[in-house]
């Protein structure tokens, strides 16, 4: 194995196991900080040894063995010795290396699930837990996670520089939240959980177009939340627009692993087992009652298409109505953005375009590449190509994903000799 081919595999094992292996490795430290130095120790140690002696068996519980080991050097070397001492001694003494593959794949005692309630503790603000948790179980760098929120990677960095550091001066403890302290909790869970799904589902950075293995730990996150809380009709909406969405996936590729959009998908390659998993945690929201919130809202859109023998019989007219319902508990220009692209569907690309016009001035959306490609899509339908070709370039510049980029760049050359 070469080197570069040794360092792609590397990557690709860090992305599916660095969120089960710092979890882990939380459980035993008590802090996430520690947890992520030593995980980043461990993929060193890889980066140093697999290519020469190939990527073993079990990678995760490779990087496991390799990350305690670092933990007990420095203990030795007192460098934890202040915080971790006891709490540190006693678990490596007591912990043997075969149980390594079993702590990456805990049970109902979820390693995963207290990492991303810890990493949401109301002590950060709001932004600090939904970016801690990216950085953390879903194995995204601090540029990913800054593009993720439209801002400068400088600002990301220091927000999750800040979010770890006060996580272990206010002590928060590793652990899942119990009743009356599991409510107020709940909303920046939910989000940290769908932020993942998407990376998973649209990754922003890489080669790859879909990670579904980032959308399976959200998946699992999801469906546990569920039963931890099951009176809560926006867990189960969540639960519902995941499902829904994952049963996509495979459609969402071409053997080729190049994006096909929405509307030229084979719907029989949609996972129909998910389909009915995510209509049935919808009814399960709608007989809780109250108010719909905005993943309940965005579950009932997902099933609108879910239902859609064809892209033709879509119901598109609801699906602006339930965008325009969202766009009044949530507001926001992406919600706007969707909304338009619903209008344009029901009523015309004139419709949806004069929406999308009023978003090209918004500052949060400068750096947003859907922008450009929803208005280049609009405006190719109206038979305006050369401006249609114009967005298609400054969407392809804007976006970070290489399969989106080419994919963009090809819809840009297909205009090239239309007016």
């Not at 990678?59 to 305690?68: D, H, I, S, V």
Request: proline share 5%; glycine share 6%.
């Amino acid at each position: 194995m070469t080197t570069s081919q040794a360092r792609r595999a590397i990557d690709a094992v860090w992305r599916i196991e660095s969120a089960r292996l710092i979890a882990g490795l939380a459980r035993i430290v008590r802090d996430v900080g520690v947890a992520e130095e030593l995980a980043q120790d461990a993929l060193v140690a890889a980066l140093e040894q697999w290519p020469e002696s190939g990527i073993p068996d079990n990678p995760g519980a490779w990087l496991m063995t390799a990350a305690r080991h670092r933990a007990i050097d420095a203990l030795r070397h007192k460098t934890l010795a202040e915080r971790k001492h006891a709490q540190l001694g006693y678990e490596t003494d007591t912990l043997r290396p075969e149980e390594d593959e079993d702590e990456l794949d805990d049970d109902i005692g979820d390693d995963l699930l207290r990492l991303v309630f810890t990493a949401c503790h109301p002590v950060l603000s709001p932004e600090a837990r939904v970016a801690l948790t990216l950085r953390l179980l879903g194995g995204l760098t601090t540029e990913e996670i800054a593009k993720a929120f439209l801002v400068p990677q400088a600002t990301m960095a220091q927000r999750i520089v800040r979010a770890k550091r006060t996580l272990t001066e206010a002590k928060v403890r590793f652990e899942i939240p119990r009743g009356a302290e599991l409510a107020p909790r709940l909303a920046s869970v939910l989000q940290v959980i769908y932020l993942i799904f998407n990376e998973g589902y649209s990754a922003t950075a890489g080669d790859d177009w879909v990670r579904p293995a980032l959308c399976e730990d959200a998946l699992r996150l999801g469906r546990i939340l569920a039963e931890l809380a099951p009176r809560e009709r926006e867990v189960h909406g969540l639960v519902a627009l995941m499902e829904i969405q994952a049963s996509r996936l495979r459609a969402r590729v071409d053997l080729a692993g190049e994006p096909v959009l929405l509307m030229d998908q084979d719907r029989s390659r949609w996972d129909q087992l998910l389909i009915h998993r995510g209509l049935s945690a919808l009814e399960r929201a709608e007989r809780l009652g109250g108010a719909p919130g905005p993943y309940f809202l965005q579950a009932a859109i997902a099933a609108c298409h879910a239902r859609a023998l064809t892209a033709a019989t879509t119901e598109w007219i609801r699906i602006a109505a339930l965008y325009a319902a969202l766009a009044q508990i949530a507001p926001s220009p992406v919600v706007e953005l969707n909304r338009a692209v619903a209008l344009s569907m029901a009523f015309g690309p004139e419709a949806g375009l004069e929406v999308v016009d009023t978003l090209t001035t918004e500052p949060s959306l400068k750096g947003y590449h859907l922008l450009p490609t929803v208005r280049g899509d609009l405006l190719e339908k109206l038979g305006r190509a050369r401006e249609a070709r114009l967005e298609f370039e400054r969407a392809a510049e804007l976006a970070r994903n290489d399969r989106e980029r080419k994919f963009l760049l090809g819809r840009a050359r297909k205009l090239a000799d239309k007016p």
